[in-house]
């Protein structure tokens, strides 16, 4: 039977920065950038796992201002993911961002500019990103958590 994983991605943003972590690629074992991103977990809602995928990764506790929308992608790494974007918004240009994820390398501001040249996890990264630049977010309630 066929199951996808389903993700939940945190497109982070400050002013004209987003927020993308450094990491190895465990099927490619290169080093790449993403947001912060993860797994669902059980008894999770997927608001909640965003928030704690980007506390584990950034240091950041943050809660999501609007749901981006659903990505379906089968990746090169033959698995099926459905990753759920939701959009985080921050004022502060100092907060500290200290990885407490041991595959997280660092956590670092880029402008979009910046994005577009480096070496990024999947193409999703930055269909999230221009999709935040140029869609409205969707409201939390848009997702029913039971």
């Known amino acids: 039977m066929h199951k996808p994983h389903v ?3 945190a497109i982070v943003k400050n002013k004209q920065q987003f927020l993308l972590v450094k990491e190895r690629d465990k099927f490619t074992k290169r080093i790449c950038y993403n947001q912060p991103a993860g797994h669902l977990e059980e008894k999770e809602t997927l ?4 928030s704690r995928e980007l506390l584990e990764e950034t240091g950041l506790s943050l809660k999501p201002s609007g ?3 659903v990505y379906n992608l089968h990746a090169a790494n033959g698995v099926h993911y459905l990753r759920f974007c939701f959009l985080f918004e921050t004022t502060s240009e100092t907060a500290v961002l200290e990885p407490k994820d041991s595959d997280i ?3 670092n501001w880029h402008s979009y500019e910046q994005i577009k040249d480096l070496p990024l996890r999947s193409h999703l990264v930055l ?3 221009q999709d935040s630049l140029n869609k409205a ?3 939390l309630d848009t997702i029913y958590d039971d």
Request: with cysteine; proline share 5%; glycine share 6%.
């Open 47 to 50: 608001a909640q796992a965003a």
């Open 137 to 139: 977010p969707l409201s």
């Open 105 to 107: 390398i660092s956590a």
């Open 7 to 9: 993700t939940v991605a």
């Open 67 to 69: 749901f981006l929308g």
């Open 127 to 129: 269909k999230c990103i």
